[in-house]
C-alpha cells in the first residue's frame, strides 16, 4: 500500500506571476513559523503551473487522472472535519494514464469571483487554496495543497452619518459623546470628543478602547468572542460640568479587518468604540458603540503624487505582513491583550452609584 511506502510522486505548484505579485505572512499553529502565501485582489485570475514528478526516476507510476481545484472554505475550529464549501472550481490535468518522467501543466482559473475575505480568527477560518490530485485508484491517492490570501477593495460608503449620543445615569452622571463618523477605512482617524452634561460621581479617568467581536453559529450553537484591539486612556482627573474632552484615535498601527456580517450564515465580525468611566471606588461605567471599518483601495501614487507604496511593507489587517518572496520566518512573540465580553447591566432610575460595582450607562 501507498502508506507504507510513501507517495509515488512528488507535486510541485507555482503562481505564474510569482516575481511580481505581493505576498503575505501567516501564523501557522502550533508553530512559531510564518507560512508565506501570494496575495490576490478581487476577481483575480489564478494561474500557474503544476509539475508532477515520479519519486523513482524511469520507474512507471499508473494513475486514474490528474486534477487541480480551487477552493473556498470555511472552517469552524470547534467543529474538526466539518468544513463548509462556499467555492469550488476543478480542471482535468492529464487523462488516466502513466507516468515515466516529470512533466508540467500549466492552469488558468479566469476572473474568478472571490467573494470573501480571507480571514483567520479565534474560532473560524476562511480560506482560499489550490488543490493538486494524482488520483491512484486502489491506493491512496497523492495531494498536494497551496494556500492564497483574498483582500476585496470597498467603494467609499455613500452614507455616512456622525455618531451622537446621551447616555448616563439618572441624577448622577449625563454625558454626551460624538464620533465624527460611524463608518472607517482601515487607516481612518476616529475623530469625536466627550462633553460632560452632568457630573456627580468622582469620576478617575476614562478611557476609549476598540473591541472586536466574532460570532460564529447561531440559536443555541452561538459561540460570541471579544478580543481588546487596543486600549488608552483619554483623560486623567475628575472632570466638571461643561468639559468637554476631544478624542483622536489613528486605526493605522492595528491589525484589523474589514467588519463581516454574516458570511453565507456561518459568521460575523463586529467592531465597538468602548468607552470606559471608573471612578475613585474603581467602579467603571461603559458605553459601547458600532462602527463599520471597510477596506479602501489601495492606490499606488506617482512621481509626481508623491510617495509610493513599499514593497514589504506592514499593512495593519488579517494579521497578515506582506513580504516580497515566499520564506520562512520565525514570527514575533508578542501578548494580544484579550477581555471578556462586558455585559451592560440595566440600571433602574433610582439606582445609586454605590449600588453596583460596573454599570451600563443607558441611553439618555
Known amino acids: 500500500m501507498a502508506f507504507l511506502f510513501g507517495a509515488a510522486c512528488t507535486i510541485e505548484i507555482s503562481i505564474g506571476d510569482a516575481d511580481t505579485r505581493r505576498y503575505v505572512d501567516l501564523p501557522i499553529e502550533n508553530s512559531t513559523n510564518l507560512l508565506t502565501v501570494p496575495l490576490y485582489v478581487g476577481d483575480e485570475t489564478v494561474k500557474g503551473s503544476v509539475k508532477v514528478s515520479p519519486v523513482t526516476k524511469g520507474k512507471k507510476m499508473d494513475h486514474q487522472g490528474i486534477q487541480i481545484e480551487l477552493i473556498g472554505q470555511i472552517d469552524m475550529f470547534y467543529e474538526r472535519g466539518n468544513s463548509f464549501e462556499f467555492l469550488s472550481m476543478s480542471k482535468d490535468l492529464e487523462a488516466p494514464g502513466d507516468l515515466t518522467a516529470e512533466k508540467e501543466y500549466p492552469f488558468e482559473f479566469l476572473n474568478v469571483e472571490k467573494q470573501f475575505e480571507s480571514y483567520n480568527g479565534i474560532n473560524v477560518r476562511l480560506r482560499y487554496f489550490l488543490k493538486v490530485t494524482v488520483k491512484r485508484g486502489l491506493v491512496s491517492n497523492v495531494v498536494k495543497e497551496q494556500d492564497l490570501w483574498v483582500r476585496n477593495f470597498t467603494n467609499v460608503p455613500e452614507v455616512n452619518h456622525p455618531i451622537k449620543m446621551e447616555v448616563g445615569i439618572e441624577d448622577c452622571l449625563h454625558i454626551e459623546f460624538e464620533y465624527n463618523r460611524s463608518k472607517y477605512h482601515m487607516k481612518d482617524v476616529i475623530i469625536g470628543k466627550i462633553y460632560f452634561l452632568l457630573v456627580r460621581i468622582k469620576i478617575k479617568?476614562?478611557?476609549?478602547a476598540i473591541i472586536k467581536r466574532e460570532s460564529t453559529g447561531s440559536g443555541p450553537n452561538l459561540y460570541n468572542e471579544s478580543e481588546t484591539v487596543t486600549k488608552y486612556e483619554i483623560m486623567d482627573g475628575?472632570?466638571?460640568?461643561?468639559?468637554s474632552i476631544p478624542i483622536r484615535l489613528f486605526l493605522s498601527p492595528f491589525e484589523l479587518t474589514p467588519t463581516y456580517k454574516s458570511i453565507s450564515n456561518k459568521f460575523s465580525l463586529k467592531?465597538?468604540?468602548?468607552?470606559?468611566?471608573?471612578?475613585e471606588d474603581d467602579r467603571r461605567y461603559f458605553k459601547q458603540q458600532e462602527i463599520i471599518l471597510w477596506r479602501k483601495n489601495e492606490k499606488k501614487r506617482t512621481k509626481k503624487g508623491g510617495r509610493k507604496a513599499k514593497t514589504g511593507e506592514k499593512e495593519g489587517t488579517d494579521a497578515a505582513v506582506e513580504q516580497p518572496a515566499p520564506s520562512a520566518t520565525k514570527a514575533p512573540e508578542a501578548e494580544?491583550?484579550?477581555?471578556?465580553?462586558?455585559?451592560?447591566?440595566?440600571?433602574?432610575?433610582?439606582?445609586?452609584?454605590s449600588q453596583v460595582e460596573e454599570k451600563g450607562l443607558f441611553d439618555g
Open 205 to 208: 479617568h476614562m478611557e476609549l
Open 271 to 279: 467592531y465597538y468604540l468602548n468607552l470606559v468611566l471608573v471612578d
Open 238 to 243: 475628575a472632570p466638571v460640568r461643561g468639559e
Open 336 to 353: 494580544k491583550p484579550v477581555e471578556k465580553e462586558e455585559k451592560p447591566a440595566s440600571i433602574p432610575a433610582a439606582a445609586a452609584p
